[in-house]
């Protein structure tokens, strides 16, 4: 691995006119190319479409003192107005390339042009919603005795750590960046190499961003030595990571010695919960969507689908055709309906669970699969299944696919139809699908999930927390909770006479 004494820091004009694909890493303000060298690819082709340096622990450190450097040095951390100002210029540096974005998404992360365009068109929305909090969220001050007054004042804890991972960077990025940069924080983000050209691409337009100091957003390309010197780091306070629940459980050991400030969104196997009253014909194009966005790969994915008895026959009938023609293809080809998988790694994955899952009883009302003629074969092409499962410890049942694989099972009491939901390590979200508005209520109250969606899946909000339960994560995402991740509350106490 090159040593950080070869990084090479390139002027900003420089580089906006350089076309050979180069994924750099923005730390204080500069570009610097130092680490493991790597290629990027199209996972709709395999394709080379640039390369990167992927950093490790020495870049790391660079990036985190860099943060620190601005939290210290800058008036950032005391200024609400330049955060809401900053933050309301970067949703516009956002929505100016927002073109860009869909098109390098659909590129580097396989997304069609409507799940990118989803994807993107969070981010704005994200950052002005922060913007609002920068100004409006603060401490508070009350008289507690005659002469004695008290206040509390929320500082910014320091330095925030923030991993994402590369389903959707854009979006997940500016998650827990809006809120840790409305709260005062300076931040240190890591991306995984998956998605190196889109990390370079958001990198460069929060460095555009009008007012922002240099250092106080550092966006470097790395894996895992350098998320381990980012939560060991004694200048890292707070880690705000977005990823698998293994990855999480990992980074929660890592940073207990430090006793550090964890906001977790982890892995997810959301249940859609059918009953016989249900609008059965709002259903399918929903389940269709809900395992097909991102193909599949997406923490709230619904990759569980719970059917009351007396209209299971019928549901598996309307879903099984309407998988069977999703249309899978490039993201450059308008037609497509669903985009590859990140890689060809990850299709052998999903494919070996769907055969064990078949060895151990499950039966295959849409197979699908991997896409191995054509020119799709070059691809990293997985066609939608659904599959039939009758024992809820299956290991397809239990464990996060993280890709367009659907099990179905079958209840036939509202009780039962609980206990199956919650009858996984988790509990990030899910979907209750009936016309009886005290049922929806039971429901939604009983099941173990951070979010539920009575009759719809995905309807997400900036103003709404968004996390899970059990193993699928710790604290909040959105809202009002998660500048939790990032303040400190101090009480101040005054005696005037």
């Not at 580089?15 to 996972?43: T, V």
């Not at 925030?160 to 990025?173: E, F, K, R, T, Y």
């Not at 994955?349 to 020119?375: L, S």
């Amino acid at each position: 691995m090159a040593g950080i004494e070869s990084r090479c820091p390139i002027g900003r004009e420089t580089y906006m006119a350089r076309n050979d694909r180069k994924a750099l890493h923005l730390i204080g303000g500069e570009w610097i190319d130092a680490g493991e060298p790597g290629e990027s690819f199209d996972p709709a082709t395999g394709d080379v479409i640039g390369t990167y340096s992927l950093a490790g622990a020495a870049e790391a450190g660079l990036a985190i003192a860099a943060a620190g450097r601005a939290f210290t040095d800058t008036g950032w951390k005391d200024d609400h107005r330049l955060r809401a100002s900053v933050l309301n210029a970067m949703a516009d540096a956002f929505e100016a390339r927002f073109d860009e974005l869909v098109a390098l998404t659909g590129l580097e992360n396989g997304k069609v042009n409507l799940h990118a365009q989803i994807e993107i068109g969070i981010a704005p929305q994200t950052l002005r919603y922060n913007a609002a909090l920068a100004l409006t969220e603060a401490g508070r001050a009350a008289e507690r005795a005659p002469g004695q007054i008290s206040l509390t004042l929320k500082q910014p804890v320091g330095v925030a750590g923030i991993i994402a991972p590369w389903n959707s960077p854009c979006a997940l990025v500016t998650r827990s960046l809006a809120p840790a940069l409305a709260a005062g924080c300076t931040a240190v983000i890591m991306l995984p190499r998956q998605t190196a050209q889109l990390n370079h691409l958001i990198a460069q337009i929060i460095a555009a961003t009008k007012g922002l100091p240099a250092g106080v957003v550092n966006l470097i390309t790395g894996g895992q030595q350098a998320g381990e010197a980012i939560v060991a780091s004694p200048q890292v306070p707070t880690i705000s990571f977005t990823g698998s629940t293994a990855t999480g459980r990992a980074i929660a050991a890592n940073a207990a010695p430090r006793v550090k400030r964890l906001g977790l969104e982890l892995g997810g196997k959301t249940p859609l919960i059918v009953f016989d009253d249900a609008n059965l014909d709002a259903v399918t194009p929903t389940a269709v969507a809900a395992l097909t966005v991102f193909s599949g790969q997406f923490c709230m994915t619904g990759s569980r689908l719970l059917v009351q008895r007396g209209v299971a026959a019928k549901v598996a009938q309307a879903l099984g055709e309407a998988l069977s023609t999703v249309r899978v293809g490039p993201a450059s080809d308008p037609a497509s309906e669903m985009g590859p998988l990140i890689d060809k790694a990850n299709v052998e994955r999903v494919d070996r669970m769907v055969e064990a899952a078949i060895a151990a009883g499950a039966k295959a009302i849409v197979r699908g699969g991997p896409v191995t003629d054509g020119e799709l074969a070059k691809g990293a092409f997985y066609r939608p299944t659904l599959l039939e499962v009758t024992d809820n410890q299956a290991d397809i049942v239990q464990q996060e696919v993280f890709g367009p694989v659907l099990a179905m099972q079958v209840f036939d009491t509202e009780a039962q139809a609980v206990a199956l939901a919650n009858g996984t390590e988790y509990g990030l979200a899910a979907s209750v699908w009936s016309r009886d508005l005290d049922r929806q209520v039971r429901m939604a109250r009983a099941l173990d999930a951070g979010t539920v969606w009575i009759n719809g899946w995905a309807a997400l909000s900036d103003q709404f927390e968004e996390g899970g339960f059990k193993q699928s994560g710790l604290g909040r995402m959105r809202g009002l909770a998660v500048l939790e991740d990032f303040i400190e509350h101090k009480h101040i106490s005054f005696v005037t006479s």
